[in-house]
């Protein structure tokens, strides 16, 4: 179950580690009544650079792999997209202010 609001600031996510971001802080907040949801910290000219870095790195080694095991890697990114689509169908409600039926 979620809990509002979440607490922790929502950092960026470079070469599979949560980091501080250089650009600045801002509140995403429900449409319908204003209410904070999360902090998030916006990426700056830096965090880009390293995030482009780290993928181009990312890209050589997924390059490499077999295309069995990038099959893997993808059923398995969309089994824990289906098997959270609750939370995340809410989340993008909150997000957006849109009805969970659209």
């Not at 929502?10 to 209410?35: D, K, L, M, V, Y």
């Not at 902090?39 to 965090?47: H, K, R, T, Y």
């Amino acid at each position: 179950m979620i809990t509002l609001p979440l607490t922790e600031t929502r950092h960026n996510f470079i070469a599979g580690q949560r980091c501080n971001a250089s650009g600045p802080e801002f509140a995403s907040t429900f449409p319908a009544t204003g209410e904070t949801i999360a902090v998030i910290e916006s990426a700056g000219g830096d965090d880009i650079e390293r995030a482009i870095a780290a993928a181009r790195t990312a890209q050589e080694t997924w390059a490499q792999w077999q295309p069995e095991e990038r099959a893997q890697v993808l059923l398995k990114a969309a089994r824990l997209l289906r098997d959270n689509n609750d939370e995340l169908a809410f989340l993008e409600t909150l997000d957006t202010g849109r009805p969970l039926s659209e």
